[in-house]
Structure formats: structure tokens, C-alpha cells
């Protein structure tokens, strides 16, 4: 079935340095690949988002680039901050599947000041 | 406020027991999902519904149940027959079921079995 692999599963990283979460998928049809960010004991939220006929989106100091012939997309924080830290998750999803997104393992990642 | 409400946030059961967990959306979304999430496994997909009386499994259906009779609501049992029940329960929704537009997630249920 559909899978979508996510690494690291942690990740540490100093205050204005950069973090880069990557994420694989099986399903050659996806055409959707959002990322969430989830804090601690609540539900996660929409980063960003890119669609297949895209190959980079950037957002202030988030970017997710996606390579459709690797099937791999890829988020990358710049300049992080304390507040970054959280958990998150890299997700895919198709035509025809009644909008369901199939998740990654997620990476908590944590930014020390 | 528009949003996704979920309750309770928690919740303990004794073995054996049936517990519902309420998601209700004023989105006006068609479509809804439940998730499960357990430490280290992402979020996976128990049950979804793109349209009013309608729902499929997900990838972990079993044990659980669902019901859609209203746009707004879309509930979930967690029956004694789940074998591993305690977990961090998300109710989601989306604005239509073709694969467009943010797909919104409630605050949680963590539901604990004693």
C-alpha cells in the first residue's frame, strides 16, 4: 500500500543554524505533499504545502523542495529559533482517494538557544 | 470561530468498555477523517467519510466504528474488541474529498485504558 518514510525521527540543532527533514513516498500518483508542525499535546497544523507541478515553495524562513522523479520532498527550516521546536510531519496524498493523507513517522526537532 | 472541536481531551476507560469520542467541524467540510497517533508510528488513518451516511476504513479500522448522519459530526468508538486502545486520538477534516485544500485537525483526545 501507500507509504511515506520520514528521517530523522530526531533532530537537534543550535539556534540560527538550519534543519532539514526529508521525506519519501511509494505512491508514484501522489500529487499532494503538505507539512504539519505539532506542539506538545495539541493537534498538528499546516505549514506549508506543495503540489506535484511544483518543484520549490518557500515561505519566510520555511521551504519545501520536491524531486517527483526520486519521490522524495524535502522541508527545510532556516535560521531556527527556540519556537520551532516541535514535532513534524511530512504527508502525501492523490486524486481519487477521498482526500486522505497517508503520514510520516515524524521528526521532533529541537532547537537549543 | 470556525474549527474542529473534540471531547473530551481526556478520557480513562476500564477494559472491556465501549468509549465514543465526539469530533464536530462548523467548516461546512464534506469530508472528515479520524487518526490515531502512538509515539514513534506517525498518524494513521482509522476511519474516513467523504460524504453524509458514508464512511470506508482506514488502515486500522479494526475495533473501532464510526457513524456520519450529520455534516458536522463524525464520532468515534473505540470498542472492546481494540486491543491496544490507549493512544492520542485526532478527528480532521477537509474541505471537499478531491484531494484540494488544508486538511484541519482538532485539539486531540487521549484516551488512557486502565
Known amino acids: 500500500g501507500e507509504n511515506v518514510e520520514q528521517h530523522p525521527s530526531t533532530l537537534s540543532v543550535q539556534e540560527g543554524d538550519s534543519a532539514v527533514i526529508k521525506c519519501t513516498y511509494s505512491d508514484s500518483a501522489s500529487n499532494y505533499f503538505p507539512w504539519y508542525k505539532q506542539e506538545l499535546g495539541k493537534g498538528p497544523q499546516l505549514i506549508i504545502d506543495?503540489?506535484?507541478?511544483?518543484g520549490e515553495k518557500k515561505d519566510q524562513r520555511i521551504a519545501v523542495t520536491l524531486n517527483k522523479t526520486a519521490k522524495h520532498f524535502s522541508l527545510h527550516i532556516t535560521e531556527t529559533q527556540p519556537e520551532d521546536s516541535a514535532v513534524y510531519f511530512c504527508a502525501a496524498s492523490r486524486n481519487n482517494q477521498g482526500g486522505k493523507l497517508i503520514f510520516g513517522q515524524g521528526t521532533e526537532l529541537s532547537v537549543k538557544p | 470561530d470556525g474549527g474542529i472541536t473534540q471531547s473530551p481531551k481526556y478520557l480513562f476507560r476500564k477494559e472491556g468498555q465501549n468509549v465514543t469520542l465526539s469530533c464536530e467541524q462548523n467548516?461546512?467540510?464534506?469530508?472528515m477523517y479520524w487518526y490515531r497517533q502512538d509515539p514513534g508510528q506517525g498518524l494513521r488513518l482509522i476511519y474516513y467519510s467523504q460524504i453524509v451516511n458514508d464512511f470506508q476504513k482506514g488502515d486500522i479500522a479494526e475495533g473501532y466504528s464510526v457513524s456520519r448522519e450529520k455534516k458536522e459530526s463524525f464520532p468515534l468508538t473505540v470498542t472492546s474488541a481494540q486491543k491496544n486502545p490507549t493512544a492520542f486520538y485526532l478527528c480532521?477534516?477537509?474541505?471537499?474529498?478531491?484531494?484540494?485544500?488544508?486538511?484541519?485537525f482538532g485539539e486531540g483526545s487521549r484516551l488512557t485504558v486502565l
Open positions: 506543495i503540489r506535484s507541478n511544483v
Open positions: 467548516l461546512n467540510h464534506d469530508a
Open positions: 480532521a477534516s477537509r474541505g471537499d474529498r478531491r484531494n484540494t485544500g488544508e486538511l484541519f
